[in-house]
């Protein structure tokens, strides 16, 4: 899809500025896009939901997804919240990680293969 058509569905992300930011900058002229309904979604979800909830959000799933490598207690917060979603009895075999399907094995070199 051409660059402009992924702005068609998402007129509030300016994806011309994000290419740049990234680094990217203007050697890219189309992307695939396998499901456009997302980012339709996406912009709906952008224009309605206030800025303070995305940051709360954001800032959820930054601590979460990188708990294991902070300090003590921010892990034993995430490992008890995760224990109650999830109903784990003990932390993986390092004494300090969680294992959840959705954690990737790269971020994690000391998981086990499966």
């Not at 994000?18 to 979800?45: C, H, M």
């Not at 892990?75 to 993986?92: C, I, N, V």
């Amino acid at each position: 899809m051409p660059l402009a058509g992924v702005q068609k569905l998402t007129p509030l992300i300016s994806w011309n500025a994000w290419l740049k930011n990234s680094g990217i900058g203007k050697t890219i002229d189309s992307v695939i896009v396998r499901q456009p309904e997302f980012y339709t979604a996406l912009n709906t979800e952008l224009e309605h939901t206030p800025v303070e909830e995305w940051k709360s959000y954001l800032e959820a799933h930054l601590v979460s997804d990188n708990a294991v490598y902070l300090d003590q207690q921010t892990f034993s917060d995430y490992f008890a919240y995760r224990q109650t979603l999830t109903g784990a009895k003990a932390r993986g075999r390092d004494g300090k990680e969680c294992w959840t399907r959705k954690s990737p094995r790269w971020a994690k070199p000391w998981a086990s293969s499966s």
